[in-house]
């Protein structure tokens, strides 16, 4: 006789930031919200759509926003490059590297637990997420009192502080 041990993989909360702008961009992230509860975890949390204008470049499409919150046992940098074949398999092509532009989907890990990572490949949390009015609206929806653990603020204290005034319109 022997005994079986089950040694449980810790399980992180993730927050996620999903937007498109280029074809069915409901559909591009509806698909991609299926697909990270299929290879990446539990989808625990999901904000409703938002329409935003493109940030930090110019452009005719304008781009659809989402929050996600997830359980996974998946390590960040993991975490990473399956995301980015989610993106890749819904079209997009390799990071800009001369700053933004048109995109059918784009995935940024906002915060990963309560780490504080840099590395070549991953900042988390994300270095620009308190300056988007796209990326704090959807994720105050979904968690407004989860603490940026390098600001020590709350998400929902961060909203009045952004400097982006953009218009963020549920639709």
Not at 13 to 23: A, E, K, R, W
Not at 36 to 49: D, L
Request: charged letters at 20%.
């Amino acid at each position: 006789m022997f005994t079986i041990f089950f040694i449980p993989y810790a399980m992180s909360n993730v927050y996620l930031s999903l937007g498109s702008n280029l074809g069915d961009r409901k559909r591009n992230l509806e698909n991609a919200v299926g697909e990270i509860g299929r290879c990446c975890g539990e989808i625990t949390a999901c904000s409703s759509f938002y329409a935003t204008a493109p940030w930090g470049f110019l452009s005719s499409n304008e781009f659809i926003n989402i929050a996600v919150a997830i359980r996974t046992s998946l390590e960040p940098e993991i975490l990473l490059d399956t995301l980015q074949n989610i993106e890749r398999n819904a079209g997009r092509q390799t990071k800009s590297q001369n700053g933004y532009e048109d995109r059918p989907l784009d995935i940024d890990i906002l915060f990963y637990d309560d780490k504080i990572l840099q590395t070549e490949r991953l900042t988390i949390p994300h270095p620009h997420l308190h300056h988007r009015l796209f990326v704090l609206i959807p994720l105050a929806e979904i968690a407004p009192s989860l603490t940026h653990p390098v600001l020590q603020k709350t998400v929902f204290d961060l909203l009045p502080k952004c400097p982006d005034h953009s218009q963020v319109v549920s639709i």
